[in-house]
């Protein structure tokens, strides 16, 4: 089992900027990519950001050029670096991990939300 904890949401103004923290806690658990996605109100979830551990990274179009995604490999942690937020960023973020656990076909874990509100 992988357990993810969430940490930064909260609200913020438009045009703001905030951080997201995610770190994963387990036991013999090889973390191939961590990221971010994101659901608004009557929409789907959709991905933010993604990094893998070799450094590639993936952002949603609507994020480029505003959000960076870090990760501590050491540490087991990912960090999203969100800037000029606007009222459409405003959703439940979710923290994911992509890993390998010996003998478990789940390779999938989710953390439980946390809630960015971007004011006007």
């Known amino acids: 089992q992988v357990q993810l904890v969430e940490s930064g949401g909260g609200l913020v103004q438009a045009g703001g900027s905030l951080r997201l923290s995610c770190a994963a806690f387990g036991t013999s658990f090889t973390i191939k990519a961590m990221g971010w996605f994101r659901q608004a109100p009557g929409k789907q979830r959709e991905l933010v950001a993604a990094?893998?551990?070799?450094?590639?990274?993936n952002y949603g179009d609507s994020v480029k050029g505003r959000f960076t995604i870090s990760m501590d490999n050491a540490k087991n942690t990912v960090d999203l670096h969100m800037n000029s937020l606007s009222p459409k960023d405003t959703a439940v973020y979710y923290c994911?991990?992509?890993?390998?656990?010996?003998?478990?076909?789940?390779?999938?874990?989710w953390g439980q939300g946390t809630q960015v509100t971007v004011s006007a």
């Open positions: 990094i893998a551990t070799g450094g590639a990274t």
């Open positions: 994911n991990a992509n890993v390998a656990v010996p003998g478990i076909l789940k390779n999938d874990y």
